[in-house]
């Protein structure tokens, strides 16, 4: 008899609360995988319909601006075309060729999108005589002018490093998505994001090594790896990488996922930058856009999906090109070329182009200076996210110069470090920056954060202080020492640079020789916050310390700083703030903002004048006349040397009629190296400006400028006096007393009415 047909229950009460807890527990667990799916299905979804990829900000240099008589070579111009992509094609029949016979370029310019709106394609025809070109004509036309494309000189990323040029699925070449698929994934529109008996040949092979030795991903599969999950390789992943992808077909069409793909695969390394994408790739490998490659270059690309570091072509040649022509032959026996082309892409080179320059940027210290300026405007996450597109005001040609002399200055030795700056004294534009004597080295950036006294530098402000305030550039000053009383309260003695002490001189002479004890006693009498003001005024914004020994410089300034100074100076006294961007675009190329010129808290214009001119007699007979080893004494420069204590730093600062430049050299340790603002700063200020451009700085003397001859105690000089020096002056500012060397005393009223009727006829 049975137990059930005898009626005794066997289903004991501990056996039915055990069951009821375990429905309870599968219920749970079911309702908890649901929800973990469903929050990862959300997550999944609002990554890939958001914003998919962080793209870095894309900077430019500036355009390269043609029109008749621009100082300009053919090869020159043929450097920026090859520099920005162009390729040689006789003819020049499409957009981004060019064509050169002799002295003759055609060329066939891309539409691009500038700050300030879009430039279509055009034909063009280009004429030089040596380093001028002589015309221009668009689609042969006489033009007055055209704009080339500028150079990409790095970007601004976001932590990652991440790189990419995006592409749209219908620009990608046909025979690229064909190959990519029938290599990595031949299934792919078939299946709905993984492929099981993959998957299990995989597992079969992992269990057997007992570790993660084969994928079997699906291209959707390794989509979700690259966009959502980390590197490692462990059972647990793999499961949640395969659910990702199922999750993923699930909501978006194939065309939409391959073309994630097509962007987000990482397909090497430059530097600290990851190539991610097929678009960018082509530049990285080729310099080509994507719809430019030939099948073997295709086939190269799509051989490094298996591993870029592996079969990087440019560190293994042979690894790579056995796994392109391995490619090759799979796209030939598919037929996806023919047997000639076959033929073609294996005997072809690999056809890498030399690498470009490793890091983010060659131009680290003014990409830095690009970056500060914008976050007075953007948010770090739209530099390094939004794929904005930044035009800056870099020069390539005078970068390229100010780099080369500062290797040169610092050939000699190798503890000193150096800082160059130049820009546009019209619009303050930053052409060049040097932050050390490694240019490519994006570390510390001296051009902008080494904050060194300046010593000499710093008297113009002090001068311009003073005729400002009704001193004349003949005004005598004492140029002898202090007397105790005064150096006991200020606990210093100031001290000429040649020790001696030169008596009674005229302000321009104090200047013109740099004179420290004629310096001090103007600078006791004007007072320290007059000239702290004229130092704000000149464009320095940051607070300054009140000391009295501001007045031979010791006062802490970067370069560019100093650059700011001196570019007020240049400007007429008109405050134009330095600047490197020109506008930003976003990715689409809509205009965000533009950065014109803007014209700040103006000088007395006739101070100015009066200071300029002193400046250009520091060149000419002063301080910095060893600048005529480089530059002509013509060209007119206007500048002021400076040596700080123990010549730990040398300075040189000066202006021509279109440039300004300052240049530094010293020790990061601040060491005591014996260095002089006229000896190692002039020269590579020299250097540098003179392989630059530049025109001739001619002063424009504003209204009631008189000019005198005056002797250099002060008074009014004849042909008789020695050492004349004839001087400029506002209207009715001219020394009313004759040097005793021209009779002493006043000139008599008609000769004082002659001279000013002389001075005013034309």
Request: net charge positive; with cysteine; glycine share 10%.
């Amino acid at each position: 008899m049975d137990r059930e047909s005898s009626g005794v229950n066997t289903d004991s009460p501990g056996r039915r609360r055990l069951r009821r807890w375990l429905v309870w527990l599968l219920v749970l667990a079911v309702g908890a995988a649901a929800l973990w799916v469903a929050w990862l299905d959300h997550g999944l979804r609002q990554a890939f319909e958001g914003r998919r990829w962080a793209l870095p900000a894309q900077v430019f240099a500036r355009p390269l601006f043609l029109y008749p008589g621009a100082p300009l070579s053919a090869d020159a111009v043929v450097e920026h075309l090859e520099a920005v992509g162009y390729r040689p094609i006789a003819g020049a029949p499409r957009p981004g060729t060019f064509a050169r016979a002799g002295e003759t370029i055609r060329l066939h310019t891309r539409p691009f999108a500038y700050w300030d709106g879009k430039e279509p394609a055009r034909e063009v025809r280009l004429r030089f005589a040596g380093n001028e070109l002589r015309s221009l004509a668009v689609t042969g036309e006489p033009a007055p002018g055209l704009r080339l494309e500028p150079r990409s000189i790095g970007g601004i990323f976001p932590a990652a490093r991440e790189d990419r040029l995006l592409v749209r699925l219908e620009d990608v070449p046909p025979l690229l998505v064909k190959t990519l698929l029938l290599v990595e994934d031949r299934q792919f529109f078939h299946h709905h994001g993984v492929r099981p008996l993959a998957i299990a040949r995989a597992l079969w092979a992992n269990l057997r090594a007992g570790r993660v030795v084969q994928g079997g991903s699906t291209l959707t599969q390794q989509l979700v790896k690259n966009f959502y999950l980390d590197r490692r390789r462990t059972l647990g992943r793999k499961a949640k990488e395969a659910l990702m992808a199922v999750l993923l077909e699930a909501h978006y069409s194939k065309e939409e996922i391959l073309e994630a793909y097509l962007n987000e695969i990482y397909l090497g390394q430059d530097g600290a930058r990851a190539i991610h994408g097929f678009g960018l790739a082509a530049r990285f490998y080729f310099a080509r856009d994507l719809e430019a490659l030939s099948p073997a270059q295709i086939a190269l690309l799509v051989a490094l999906v298996k591993g870029p570091s592996y079969y990087d072509p440019r560190r293994h040649p042979q690894r790579a090109r056995e796994r392109r022509d391995w490619v090759v032959a799979r796209m030939a026996a598919a037929g996806l070329i023919d047997a000639h082309q076959a033929l073609v892409a294996r005997n072809a080179p690999l056809g890498v182009v030399a690498r470009p320059r490793r890091g983010l940027t060659p131009y680290p210290a003014f990409v830095d200076l690009v970056r500060r300026q914008l976050r007075r405007d953007y948010r770090e996450e739209d530099l390094t996210g939004e794929g904005l597109r930044i035009f800056t005001t870099l020069d390539p040609a005078v970068q390229a110069v100010a780099e080369k002399a500062v290797v040169q200055a610092l050939t000699d030795d190798q503890r000193l470090q150096a800082a160059l700056l130049i820009s546009d004294v019209a619009t303050g534009e930053v052409l060049a920056v040097v932050g050390g004597r490694d240019p490519r080295y994006p570390g510390f950036n001296r051009a902008l954060d080494a904050r060194r006294p300046v010593g000499s530098l710093i008297k113009p402000v002090l001068y311009l202080t003073a005729l400002e305030a009704g001193y004349t550039l003949a005004s005598p000053l004492e140029d002898r020492p202090l007397d105790p009383a005064t150096v006991r309260r200020l606990g210093w003695r100031p001290r000429n640079y040649d020790h001696q002490s030169h008596g009674r001189v005229v302000l321009y002479q104090a200047l013109v020789h740099s004179y420290n004890l004629a310096a001090v006693r103007l600078g006791l009498t004007l007072g320290v916050d007059r000239v702290l003001e004229t130092i704000r005024r000149l464009g320095v914004s940051r607070p300054l310390p009140r000391y009295p020994s501001l007045f031979l410089g010791a006062v802490e300034l970067s370069p560019l700083e100093v650059l700011q100074m001196y570019q007020t100076l240049a400007a007429e006294g008109f405050q134009t703030p330095v600047k490197a961007v020109l506008g930003v675009t976003d990715r689409q190329g809509r205009p965000l903002a533009r950065y014109p010129l803007r014209l700040g808290e103006a000088l007395d214009e006739g101070a100015v004048y009066l200071l300029t001119h002193a400046l250009q007699g520091v060149v000419r007979e002063g301080t910095a006349k060893g600048l005529r080893r480089w530059i002509d004494p013509a060209v007119g420069v206007a500048g002021k040397t400076g040596t700080s204590d123990d010549g730990r730093d040398a300075w040189f600062a000066a202006f021509s009629g279109n440039r300004v430049a300052v240049a530094w050299v010293g020790s990061d340790d601040n060491r005591v190296d014996g260095l002089v603002g006229g000896r190692e700063a002039l020269a590579l200020w020299g250097r540098a400006m003179a392989a630059v451009e530049h025109r001739s700085l001619e002063l424009i003397p504003p209204p009631g400028i008189e000019w005198h001859w005056v002797d250099p105690r002060g008074g009014l000089a004849s042909r008789r006096c020695p050492d004349r020096l004839r001087l400029p002056f506002l209207a009715g500012t001219a020394p009313q007393v004759r040097a005793a060397c021209a009779g002493g005393g006043k000139p008599p009223l008609w000769r004082r009415g002659w001279h000013w009727l002389r001075e005013r006829l034309p």
